[in-house]
T-cell receptor, first 112, second 117 residues
Framework: QKEVEQDPGPLSVPEGAIVSLNCTYS??????FMWYRQYSRKGPELLMY????GNKEDGRFTAQVDKSSKYISLFIRDSQPSDSATYLC????????????FGSGTQLTVLP | DGGITQSPKYLFRKEGQNVTLSCEQN?????MYWYRQDPGQGLRLIYY???????QKGDIAEGYSVSREKKESFPLTVTSAQKNPTAFYLC????????????????FGPGTRLTVL
């Protein structure tokens, strides 16, 4: 079993839809949670960063962390065709366990 | 204009050949990383370096080698011992792990796509 599981999709939604992307994990030591967006043939770019449980909002994006369920989510409101990309979750612990562990990515297409 | 550059963008390797991928950063970051990305498998850590002249193996270091002679540069050599080198290679850097209790946000370069002929 992988430490981080992410539904690979592909996921297609109409423009303006609310998108929900999710990851589950098994390592209870993970405390830091990130979402990266990767356009085709490009390097990932950091989208959201959260520490421990709770919500964080940035414009149309909301990141949620539920440590009790070992479950994280990224919500995209009013999705746009420019949001079409692969979304990668990543997480790490602290101390000697600070290296990032990535999910396999979810491919999202927003149709105009 | 700060950032991470990788070259070349595309690279072709013949069987039995060693190739070196370049990664340079001008962000004054202490830590640098190399990842490999294959379809459906996300990013896997090859090597990382937290300081000049020091580096550590990641999860899939076999068949790869690195050096860190300068803070700005972290080249990756894909040796002939790497049996399945065709992949997308990503370099990343971060400020370093000096602050207790904080993780270290990584910033990625544009990647190099390596294909074995």
């Amino acid at each position: 079993q992988k430490e981080v599981e992410q539904d690979p999709g592909p996921l297609s939604v109409p423009e303006g839809a609310i998108v929900s992307l999710n990851c589950t994990y098994s390592n209870s030591a993970f405390q830091y949670f990130m979402w990266y967006r990767q356009y085709s043939r490009k390097g990932p770019e950091l989208l959201m960063y959260t520490y421990s449980s709770g919500n964080k909002e940035d414009g149309r994006f909301t990141a949620q962390v539920d440590k009790s369920s070992k479950y994280i989510s990224l919500f995209i409101r009013d999705s746009q065709p420019s949001d079409s990309a692969t979304y990668l979750c990543a997480m790490s612990g602290s101390g000697s366990a600070r290296q990032l562990t990535f999910g396999s990515g979810t491919q999202l297409t927003v149709l105009p | 204009d700060g950032g991470i550059t990788q070259s070349p963008k595309y690279l072709f390797r013949k069987e039995g050949q060693n190739v070196t991928l370049s990664c340079e950063q001008n962000l004054n970051h202490d830590a640098m990383y190399w990842y490999r990305q294959d379809p459906g498998q996300g990013l896997r850590l090859i090597y990382y370096s937290q300081i000049v002249n020091d580096f550590q193996k990641g999860d899939i270091a076999e068949g790869y080698s690195v050096s860190r002679e300068k803070k700005e540069s972290f080249p990756l050599t894909v040796t002939s011992a790497q049996k399945n080198p065709t992949a997308f290679y990503l370099c990343a850097s971060s400020r370093g792990q000096g602050r207790l209790g904080f993780t270290d946000t990584q910033y990625f370069g544009p990647g190099t796509r390596l294909t074995v002929l």
